[in-house]
């Protein structure tokens, strides 16, 4: 099991990115996949997951309205977009998976597999 993130990269402030998570297998092979971020110093941070079975999605309070997740079932491919972006959302974002879970796990221990993590670096 092999989850990839990619596209991050440096932003200016109020900039927009989207992060791409692809899974060696099936997104169907899991029920949830998350992002989450780490920003220096700090913990590691669920910020939204999507349901594989319905598309549903959870953002968390923190970035809702500018965080959207969405899926491409036959890209195998899970997408975060993130919009007005802010020198805070500056960390490592990390795509993790569990099919284990259903509803929105919030949690890292809930998640089994986990990608590498791509930096978001918001900056001007």
């Known amino acids: 099991v092999q989850l990839q993130a990619s596209g991050g990269g440096l932003v200016q402030p109020g900039g927009s990115l989207r992060l791409s998570c692809a899974l060696s297998?099936?997104?169907?092979?899991?029920?949830?996949i998350g992002w989450f971020r780490q920003a220096p110093g700090k913990e590691r941070e669920g910020v939204s997951c999507?349901?594989?079975?319905?598309?549903?999605?959870y953002a968390a309070e923190s970035v809702k309205g500018r965080y959207t997740m969405s899926r491409d079932n036959a890209k195998n491919t899970v997408y975060l977009e993130i919009h007005s972006l802010k020198p805070e959302d500056t960390a490592v974002y990390y795509c993790?998976?569990?099919?284990?879970?259903?509803?929105?796990?919030?949690?890292?221990?809930?998640?089994?597999?986990w990608g590498q993590g791509t930096l978001v670096t918001v900056s001007s």
């Open positions: 993790a998976a569990t099919n284990l879970k259903l509803g929105f796990p919030k949690t890292a221990g809930e998640y089994q597999h």
């Open positions: 999507i349901s594989t079975i319905d598309g549903g999605t």
């Open positions: 297998g099936s997104t169907l092979d899991y029920t949830v």
